[in-house]
């Protein structure tokens, strides 16, 4: 059985302090928080009458946006390798060594 190693760190996201538990390490933990936290930021600046709520929820509207792309990006490259991975199958089975 494969054991999760939980990691701990502590960070800061629009000034306020959490402590973080997870499986990643710290330095990406932070590094997503600093993430996190540059997103929100940016929203705040652009609209200052917003709360802090509403500007979480937007940042986490605005990473899962990024997030979604990413996988349509990552799945349409994969979708154009696959049938050149078949095709080198397909060679190799018709031309063995």
């Known amino acids: 059985m494969l054991e999760m190693r939980e ?39 652009r609209n200052p009458k917003l709360g802090k709520t509403h500007v979480a929820v937007l940042a986490a509207l605005n990473a899962a946006d990024e997030l979604f792309k990413l996988k349509e990006e990552y799945n349409n490259i994969v979708g154009m390798l696959e049938p050149e991975e078949n095709q080198i199958k397909s060679s190799k089975k018709r031309y063995k060594y």
């Open 7 to 45: 990691n701990k760190t502590n960070i800061e996201i629009s000034g306020e302090k959490y402590t973080l538990v997870g499986g990643s390490s710290p330095e990406q933990m932070s590094q997503i928080a600093g993430y996190i936290n540059s997103i929100m930021r940016h929203l705040a600046e």
